[in-house]
């Protein structure tokens, strides 16, 4: 690949941006039709998730499979021939994460990933063969591609070879060619404004018998004609509606009025996003594909306007991803630039970015940025924004009005599942786990305007889920920040958060000596250092700790945390997690306590978990009868030993497991339920840094009392 535009990493999160801004937006209204749309809400122009009472930023298919497949190229390299297992079965977790499993027969995705259960290999999987027209041409294969084209900036070859390989996994037909021209489009997008360039761009990349020519060429003579959206759009509906298809969202007419939309609204974000989400069908859908193209094409520029129409502030960078990895769930735009933005420099052969700010995880350094930080004050008593701290970037903290020492501000972000996440129900859930956990070290970088009324107080501090799901806050000592001056201030997450997940992390500013007025800057926070807790079930009575459950990513078919033992889990076939934990833990010890295995030949501890099929493990297994304990790799499909010793477990009888990591080793002993050693197993040469921890389950059941991480 060629060098990156020189304006790709503003450019990259501009898309991120776009991408959300237009998922979020019409996904309250998703498979409304344009009359529904203008009965129930009127011409849409801005957000309405108000007006229909529900939260904003929620789980959604468009976000979470756009970020999380094309993760896949970090995992396998550089190449256009992804695989099913490459693409989608590190991250996918049947009936869960990412898809709307609608049913076989009915969702594509469900359908194709029950093909891939069955043996049939991709391209076949999502093939109008194995599936039928009707199945393989529905809109699912477009909406995942944004990512493949923020890799490729300038590249619209590799972006059409990504989009199509990826595609061809649940698709096949027109639904593959609109993939493969979106991405293309998309990917030109960082080097071209010009409308008709991308449109040519990106037929240009797939077949001279595609029905999309027809379909775009009839809508680029009616858009010269009619030089009105509406009209348009009739005739959009009259002769390539939703009557016209079978299936429940056809590729064919939500294509069409993305094309509209774009020849309609090209030079104007906004105007765009009126268009396309006032049209109805799939606007989700459609609105996010929009929302990347345009946003790409014109930059952070884009989100600029003369309606007053401030699209980044509500949205204040905050995704959400439902996958395997419960790390990656809880995310951010800034963090997911700095991914692509990697991913796409690894594609062409340079070096990757440098961390910003020491590897802190909210440094706040794109255009803008706010990630997820917001507060709950009044906006005449304090508004917050990205601006530069003595030329550094930080996120400035702007009090209007005195604030007394007995007055806290909380200015914070989320580190898991928002409680407002359950307002809305979908076929799929929000897997996720804490990105912070008791005993990690938190340090805040802070400075103080010179022109301060007075010193600010400044405690770190987090809300975690108690066992009522209430939020709890928890606070550190306070820094007394003097304007003018730099410091900062650092906290080891608390024990008394041990056992409640911690759902957002920030700062609280008051008054010190005197009311305060002024500005107060966070240059960043970074969380590091290993956690120290034990996890097990909250004592009966004391609540219903449904975040305490949700807290684990789990494939596994049962698991039972409110009965018996802490963790009692079930696994009818095949292979099944149960982990929390994030990719940044690294050197770590667990002791297991009470792991029994009530049925099966092979289960154990997991350590380093990443994704659904890479991790290790301590597994109890047997071989022609005889009973070993092994270290496993797991990857993708294979799992491999890496070393065993002989010891005579038995079903039903508890065993104490403890396993030490330290860089490329690892050891783990297993002992009676009094302590006494049984037999130790070490290997080193490993493939994953860091991960997770918890539990791995074939066929069986196993049960624990708790999970000691140190």
């Not at 030490?660 to 080793?665: F, R």
């Not at 002992?671 to 918890?694: I, L, M, T």
Request: charged share 20%.
């Amino acid at each position: 690949m060629s060098s990156l535009p020189p304006d790709y990493l503003n450019k990259i999160y501009a898309g991120v941006l776009g991408k959300l801004i237009g998922v979020y937006l019409g996904r309250p209204f998703e498979n409304w039709t344009y009359h529904e749309i203008l009965e129930k809400l009127g011409p849409v122009h801005y957000y309405v998730h108000e007006q229909l009472d529900l939260p904003l930023v929620v789980i959604d298919d468009d976000v979470s499979g756009t970020f999380a497949f094309v993760r896949a190229l970090d995992e396998h390299g550089a190449k256009p021939n992804l695989t099913s297992e490459e693409v989608w079965l590190n991250q996918v977790i049947e009936k869960k994460t990412i898809f709307w499993w609608g049913g076989h027969g009915i969702s594509t995705e469900h359908t194709a990933f029950n093909n891939l259960k069955k043996g049939i290999r991709p391209p076949a999987s999502g093939s109008i063969a194995a599936n039928g027209k009707t199945i393989a041409e529905q809109i699912g294969a477009q909406i995942f591609i944004d990512g493949w084209a923020l890799v490729s900036p300038g590249n619209p070859a590799f972006a059409a070879r990504l989009a199509e390989a990826a595609a061809r996994v649940s698709h096949d037909g027109v639904a593959v060619h609109a993939a493969v021209l979106w991405a293309a489009m998309e990917a030109e997008a960082f080097k071209s404004k010009d409308v008709n360039h991308l449109l040519n761009t990106g037929l240009s990349s797939i077949p001279s018998d595609s029905p999309l020519r027809g379909l775009i060429s009839d809508i680029r003579s009616w858009v010269e004609e009619d030089g009105n959206w509406e009209k348009t759009r009739q005739r959009i509906e009259d002769n390539y509606g939703y009557d016209k298809y079978t299936g429940i969202c056809h590729m064919i007419p939500n294509h069409g009025i993305m094309i509209m939309a774009l020849l309609y609204g090209a030079h104007d974000f906004s105007t765009a996003m009126h268009i396309i989400n006032t049209s109805g069908w799939d606007t989700d859908c459609n609105s996010g594909n929009i929302g990347c193209l345009l946003a790409i094409m014109h930059g952070l520029a884009a989100f600029e306007n003369d309606k007053g129409l401030d699209w980044r502030g509500p949205l204040a960078d905050r995704a959400l991803i439902s996958s395997a990895d419960g790390g990656y769930s809880i995310n951010d735009a800034v963090r997911l630039t700095y991914s692509l933005a990697n991913l796409a420099l690894k594609l062409a052969g340079e070096e990757p970015l440098n961390p910003p700010k020491g590897g802190a995880q909210w440094h706040f350094s794109l255009p803008g940025s706010v990630q997820g930080f917001q507060t709950t004050s009044p906006p005449e008593t304090i508004t917050i924004a990205q601006s530069l701290a003595n030329g550094v970037p930080a996120l400035g903290i702007h009090i209007h009005s005195p604030l007394p020492s007995s007055t806290p501000i909380e200015v914070l972000t989320q580190t898991f599942t928002p409680l407002g996440v359950l307002q809305v129900s979908r076929d799929y859930e929000m897997m996720a786990c804490p990105l912070i956990y008791p005993g990690q070290l938190l340090t805040a970088t802070l400075s103080a305007d010179a022109q301060n009324t007075g010193p600010a107080s400044i405690t770190i501090c987090v809300k975690a889920y108690d066992y009522t799901d209430e939020l709890i806050m928890l606070e550190s000592l306070e820094l007394v920040l003097v304007p003018g001056k730099l410091d900062s201030l650092t906290w080891t997450a608390p024990k008394e958060a041990e056992n409640r997940p911690i759902q957002a992390v920030g700062i609280a500013v008051r008054g010190s000596s005197a009311p305060l007025e002024g500005t107060v800057w966070l240059r960043s926070l970074k969380c590091e250092g290993t956690p120290k807790m034990t996890l097990k079930r909250p004592e009966k009575g004391s609540g219903s700790a449904r975040f305490w459950q949700r807290a684990f990513v789990s494939s596994v078919h049962k698991a039972h945390t409110s009965m018996g033992p802490s963790f009692y889990l079930a696994q009818g076939h095949s292979e099944g997690v149960f982990v929390t934990g994030t990719r940044e833990w690294s050197d770590y010890s667990i002791n297991v306590s009470s792991f029994c295995m009530h049925l099966g030949s092979s289960s154990g501890i997991i350590v380093r978990y990443q994704s659904l099929n890479r991790w290790h493990a301590v597994q109890f297994r047997k071989d022609d009868g005889k009973g070993y304990v092994a270290i496993v790799k797991a990857r993708d499909e294979r799992r491999e030993e890496l070393a065993r010793a002989e010891f005579d477990w038995a079903l039903d009888v508890k065993y104490t497991v403890t396993v030490a990591l330290l860089g490329n080793a690892m050891s783990a002993v297993v002992g009676d339920r009094d302590g006494r050693k049984g037999v130790e197993v070490q290997a080193s040469d490993f493939e994953y840094e860091g991960g997770g921890a918890g539990f791995v389950v074939s066929e069986g059941c196993v049960s624990a009392d708790s999970i000691q991480v140190c």
